[in-house]
Nanobody, 123 residues
Framework: QVQLVESGGGLVQAGGSLRLSCAAS????????MGWFRQAAGKEREFVAAIRWSSGTTYYGDSVKGRFTISRDNAKNTVYLQMNSLKPEDTAVYYC????????????????WGQGTQVTVSS
């Protein structure tokens, strides 16, 4: 089992930036993908970004392309989500997760989840 701890959420004005971190511990050797999802109040969980752990290949949801950047630090078993040009519609609880393979876009392909971190963007 992999344990994930997110940090870096908070309150920011529209146009501002935040960087989220997700530290993984435990059985990390089998991790194939790490991803970020978000869930706004009253809405379904939405794919944000993902990175293949070995190759570094990245994927982004359409709503965040060009504004968010996912990266990883293999030595620290940590994945980051740099969020720039934030908009009020980015307000949500952000979750990181580890995936076993398959399409990165579907939450069903992820097996370990963090507790989430709140991001609030004011207008």
């Amino acid at each position: 089992q992999v344990q994930l701890v997110e940090s870096g959420g908070g309150l920011v004005q529209a146009g501002g930036s935040l960087r989220l971190s997700c530290a993984a511990s435990g059985r990390t050797f089998g991790v194939y993908t790490m991803g970020w999802f978000r869930q706004a109040a009253g809405k379904e969980r939405e794919f944000v970004a993902a990175i293949r752990w070995s190759s570094g290949t990245t994927y982004y949801g359409d709503s965040v392309k060009g504004r968010f950047t996912i990266s990883r630090d293999n030595a620290k078993n940590t994945v980051y989500l740099q969020m720039n040009s934030l908009k009020p519609e980015d307000t949500a609880v952000y979750y990181c997760a580890t995936g076993l393979g398959g399409s990165v876009y579907y939450s069903s392909n992820y097996d370990s989840w963090g507790q989430g971190t709140q991001v609030t963007v004011s207008s």
